[in-house]
């Protein structure tokens, strides 16, 4: 199943019938756009380099804490989730790039995995470390934590562990290294919260000590789970606390599950902008914690507004005087564990792109005129009537103009079905 290309051809044939119906819902866009001043051209122009990176995790089922429902036919070796990576990137022409976690997907063969992923349009995003589990054969355990541990043999196993990671990411490619840790108590007392805040900067200065120049160190929180007390790096101002020791080089990673319910989210967004220091985003949705639901799917509006703001962001001469080089890393980190992993990860690469598309559809103008005037009515409109813009025919037309499938999950079934693997039917759009 994942050794061979999606070929053109494949994909040519499986547009065919729907390119006819794709060119009026276009035209029909099109015309729409312009009585409101908006250049459809334009917003093409805009959203064609747009992507978001795959989770090398995120292709098989039963990343949850509970059961696993594997599927017979799951990427297994990396090789193969690179090919199925690939899948999903011919189909939606939206992820061009995959972040790796450590050990689980450990090349075995550096230069030969570069090479693959060459061969398939793929690029390594972030490396992602994991000192949250124990691994067959480690020598010292993580069971009370890692960079924070209070045994300095402990520290030095989960620092050195991050120097592989960034070893390995450097030989493959990647320019960055999330590190998401699990350390915090689950009772009062535990521990002293202040040292070991002070322990994980310490372990992460001997991180970041060597990582090369033109790479980032992003932070990602996370309030609670597997931690119920404390977590160590437990919110975005922690985060950026520990950024700030480090230096310019580290930067705060918005796991959007990572927050407690009702935050605002988008404004933790903001903040970081002023502060110089997002570094970037693990897209997923949920309704309750840490869901890892697909992106889009509870909160749809909450994602464009995140889009909003770093358009808005991008836009700002403020911004671009102090970050001139402002491009957030855009991955995604969900789990599936009912869901066909790469329906899932198709489905939520092009949610993530339509909250892209429709904020480029926010008259800032109009909006910055309605706020100076205190117009709430009008300025909330003004997201408002980009918000509902069906923007699905643009996202069509990017993917018809990359030579990606119209409909990537018709199409993917369509694969399923030729390959003998045919999945539930699904008789039209
Ligand atoms: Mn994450």
């Known amino acids: 199943m994942f050794e061979a ?120 995003d972030a490396m992602n470390s994991n000192t949250f589990e124990d691994q067959p054969g480690q020598q010292h355990s993580y069971k009370h934590g890692s960079l924070s541990h209070t045994d300095p043999a402990v520290r030095k196993q989960a620092i050195e562990h991050n ?58 929180y996370k309030p609670f789970e597997p931690a119920f007390y404390s977590t160590v790096i437990n919110d975005w ?39 110089n220091r997002l570094g970037g985003f693990h897209f997923n949705d949920s309704k309750y914690a840490d869901d890892d639901v697909s992106s889009g799917s509870i909160k749809p509006y909450q994602l464009f507004l995140i889009f909003n703001e770093l358009i808005d962001a991008a836009q700002d001469p403020q911004v671009k005087a102090r970050q001139p080089r402002f491009s957030p890393s855009y991955m995604i980190d969900q789990s599936h564990n009912i869901k066909d992993p790469l329906e899932d990860l198709i489905t939520s690469a092009i949610e993530i792109q339509r909250a892209f598309v429709k904020a480029l559809l926010v008259n800032r103008t109009t909006l910055t005129y309605h706020q100076l005037r205190n117009d709430v009515t009008m300025a909330e409109r003004v997201l408002k009537v980009a918000f509902e813009t069906d923007v699905s025919p643009i996202l069509a037309e990017i993917r018809l103009r990359k030579g990606c499938a119209i409909d990537p999950i018709l199409a993917y079934r369509q694969y399923l079905s030729s390959r003998g693997k045919a999945g539930p039917k699904l008789a039209s759009r």
């Not at 599927?71 to 070796?77: T, W």
């Open 237 to 275: 101002g922690t985060a950026m606390m520990v950024c700030q020791e480090l230096g310019d080089q580290a930067a705060c990673l918005v796991d959007l599950g990572h927050h407690l319910p009702n935050t605002n989210v988008e404004q933790v967004v903001a903040r970081l902008v002023a502060a």
């Open 163 to 220: 120097m592989r990671c960034i070893e390995l990411g450097e030989a493959l490619g990647s320019k960055a290294l999330v590190v998401w840790l699990a350390d915090g108590t689950n009772f009062p007392g535990q521990q002293n919260l202040r040292r070991a805040l002070d322990r994980t900067i310490d372990s992460l200065e001997n991180i970041y000590e060597i990582l090369p120049k033109d790479w980032r160190l992003l932070i990602e």
């Open 5 to 124: 290309r999606l070929t053109r051809a494949f994909i040519e044939q499986a547009n065919a019938r729907l390119v006819k119906g794709h060119e009026e819902d276009i035209e029909a866009l099109a015309g729409h756009l312009a009585r409101r001043g908006v250049s459809l051209e334009g917003v093409i122009r805009r959203s064609m380099r747009f992507g978001v990176a795959v989770p090398s995790w995120g292709f098989r089922q039963g990343g949850t804490r509970f059961g696993r429902f594997p599927a017979k036919d799951e990427p297994r070796a990396l090789e193969e989730k690179l090919y199925a990576a690939a899948l999903v990137n011919d189909l939606a022409g939206v992820t061009p790039r995959i972040s790796l976690h450590i050990p689980w997907d450990t090349p075995d063969k550096v230069a030969a995995v570069r090479r693959l992923a060459r061969e398939l349009g793929l690029k390594f």
